[in-house]
């Protein structure tokens, strides 16, 4: 049995760990949405039920996390110990990280986002980088193994009550962003230059940069009072002016631009 003490106080604080094995999938996922959205400041993690298509094979998520800063998103599969890893999880999860989106996607985005505009949506879809998720109740050494093999991270969320039937969660695991959108900035033709918003996570300095066709070359990031400027140290930048760029990290740090977004 697990348990853990909260505070200095009677037995009241002594919260001892809820079976595993007794949730079901969907009250298991109501808990791991609670948990998220208490443990997960920087996202927003709302029910999801857009589908993704992948060889023919078309399946539906759980849950959706979207970072705040709209940098990157998860799809989320919520799984309970006992689920088929070879029949069941691992298919799920090869389907929405090697899929394409489904139009049920957009419309389930807007519901679980009433706040978002129709536009903000779509390019959560089409632009933001997405990766794959999958949440368990036991810890499985042999899960993760097989979920790196996917390119998808694994957390693992329990859950703890005490006397009074207060509840805490415990959260193992860590996210692996593997790319993430710094955002969206305009070039102009006559700097030769990018000019990007101040809150835009680039260094000032040199960078190695990988271009739209795919070239890595040297720009230098400048900031003014009002801007930062990526300037392309040799050669011209070829985009047009008033160009959309959208500026893209990778975990290994590199950063690519795709311009007019992604054409």
């Known amino acids: 049995m697990k ?47 857009g589908a993704f298509v992948h060889e023919g094979d078309c399946r539906r998520a759980d849950l959706v996390m979207v970072r705040r ?23 799920q999860l090869r389907c929405f990280r090697f899929g394409e989106p489904a139009p049920s996607c957009l419309a389930s985005l807007m519901s679980a986002f009433p706040e978002f505009e129709g536009h903000q949506a779509r390019a959560l879809l089409e632009h933001v980088p997405r990766s794959t998720l999958a949440v368990t109740n036991l ?14 991270d694994m957390l693992t969320v329990s859950v703890y009550r005490d006397s009074r039937g ?3 969660y415990e959260l193992e695991g860590k996210l692996s962003v593997r790319r993430e959108s710094l955002g969206f900035a305009r070039f102009s033709a006559v700097h030769n230059s990018i000019r990007m918003a101040k809150g835009i996570r680039l260094p000032a300095g040199l960078l190695q940069v990988e271009d739209h066709f ?50």
């Open 69 to 91: 800063d709209f940098a990157h998103w998860y799809v989320v599969e919520v799984e309970i110990a006992g689920h088929s890893l070879d029949g069941h999880v691992l298919p």
């Open 3 to 49: 348990l853990f003490v909260a505070g200095e106080g009677p037995s009241e604080s002594v919260y001892s760990q809820v079976d595993p094995t007794t949730f079901s999938e969907i009250q298991f996922e109501a808990e791991v949405h609670k948990a998220f959205n208490c443990l997960m400041p920087s996202y927003w993690c709302r029910v999801f039920s």
């Open 166 to 168: 207060q509840i805490a």
């Open 139 to 152: 810890h499985d050494p042999t899960w993760k193994t097989a979920l790196r093999a996917l390119d998808t």
């Open 214 to 263: 795919g070239n890595i070359g040297e720009w230098t990031v400048v900031e003014d009072a009002e801007a930062l400027w990526l300037t392309k140290n040799r050669g011209p930048a070829l985009l047009p002016h008033d160009a959309l760029v959208q500026i893209l990290r990778s975990i290994d740090g590199r950063i690519q631009l795709r311009s007019s977004l992604g054409v």
